[in-house]
């Protein structure tokens, strides 16, 4: 499935990208069967069905999709088979498109290279999340893929994300001992980091830390984060910010135009995203 | 799939196995397709058999089963349907037993109540690991489950497990600060505890905040932890433990006699706990 478009996928043709089309929007494809349009439920695969309709629709308006496995993992094989047809789907259609397997994984070093393998060989993902809990051995057998990008969990949008990520240390809080020991881990460029949007006040202490790498930032919309803040503390030179957004774009419609509802709530972020690139660009 | 006996499966009944069984083994069916014995691989499905074979042979000597998911999420679909056919074969012919998807799963609040219906409606599995990271939200949609157990990280056994969990924090060390957290969480009755076993030196802390938990203690052979250590510090007056071992029993032979090799790495563990059990019962 790997096309030549694909072998030079990684940091400067996801920056050209968001040059490209004024836009750093991710889009969450997190799709519960019980909230898509009641039609698509005659389709033999209704959850592939309804991302198809999603990408074609919105894929010059975001940079990257990222399925969340949960969503597909809840429906057993079948589950797994919509994600193995999407991600295929993207790769075949918009080789262009960055590509996220949100799943939060992370195991001992055997275990995670077989994770790693799961997500960046067999089903072809850009890029995985993983979670820092179990350390160094736990993630770098995601980073020694060349390519392929891992998205580390630092401070997260949760209500309960403060519970252990936001504990003060000898040093400083939590997420900030990841963000500061992660970015010493071999092959730590193939790093990218998840910092959730309702904590925008944080975004220039972790710019401190890590100001290169990207950060996925969920939580803008349904999760009541700011885009304009988040952006404010969070942008670096290459813009450096991925923005996601899920429920508030693919449940946009309920009905047999919700691809054309979906596309509109996309590119009302889109427009508010390239807004903001401009006056940057201004500066 | 769910089977009466299943029903009653909770605390009690894993607790009555070990008395029976005089074992607290929980074998780890975690398949590389690369060592498995070479005349499997001409079967349909050769992790299935391999599985099959294994746990037909050790079923009277292990209490758990543990498949971690890593192993067959790398095979993509074909790898999900081992998976679905090694729980449902321990479901329907040794009813008894606990299973545990080691799967170290973890997300927001709706999320992770997708990977906990994936995990204990889909798949039927009595238990699932999850990583703490993302705190109380992420955790209690597991915990709501009624008869399943939720396996929470605490400990871990690899190199750089200590690299957070270590972290001095404010009041204790951050596994220390998951513990006295996790047992505060709505339906805390249904936690278990991951404790890696090569630190057994930790048991007896871990003790002073949890007695009354089950820990799932991996690490033990492979990894290089001691038995005796683990049991010296970590028992309680239901056993309280679930000692895994999984390469050292399920690769012990490559040709056609696997599964009895395998039954013979099994059964001293067993006796090693029998009489562990035995001496403390005199006591």
């Known amino acids: 499935m790997r096309n030549s478009l694909f072998e030079v996928m990684n940091r400067q043709a996801l920056i050209e990208q968001i040059q490209q089309k004024k836009s750093f929007l991710c889009i969450g494809l997190d799709v519960d069967i019980t909230k898509i349009p009641t039609h698509l439920l005659a389709e033999e695969d209704p959850i592939f069905e309804f991302n198809k309709q999603l990408i074609d629709a919105t894929h010059h308006l975001a940079v990257a999709y990222k399925p969340n496995t949960a969503f597909y993992e809840a429906y057993g094989i079948k589950g797994w088979k919509a994600l193995e047809k999407t991600i295929n789907y993207i790769n075949e259609n918009y080789p262009e ?16 290279t077989m994770y790693a393998k799961a997500f960046f060989e067999d089903l072809n993902f850009d890029s995985v999340t993983v979670a820092p809990y179990m350390g160094s051995d736990s993630v770098e057998p995601f980073l020694a893929f060349e390519n392929k990008t891992t998205i580390l969990l630092a401070l997260t949008s949760n209500k309960g994300g403060l519970d252990f990520q936001g504990l003060k240390t000898e040093h400083d809080e939590l997420y900030k001992e990841v963000l500061k020991t992660a970015i010493t881990w071999k092959n730590s460029e193939n790093l990218m980091f998840v910092v959730g949007a309702t904590k925008a006040e944080y975004f220039s202490t972790i710019r401190k830390i890590v100001p290169d790498h990207f950060l996925l930032v969920p939580g803008v919309g349904a999760q009541g984060g700011n885009l304009q803040d988040v952006c404010k503390y969070g942008l670096n030179k290459d813009c450096g910010l991925l923005i996601n957004s899920s429920r508030g774009i693919i449940y946009a419609g309920k009905g047999e135009d919700f691809a054309i509802k979906a596309q509109k709530e996309a590119q009302k972020l889109q427009q508010e995203m390239a807004a903001i690139l401009e006056v940057r660009s201004e500066k």
């Open 97 to 112: 498109i960055f590509t996220i397997a949100d799943a939060k994984r992370g195991d001992i070093g055997n275990t995670s």
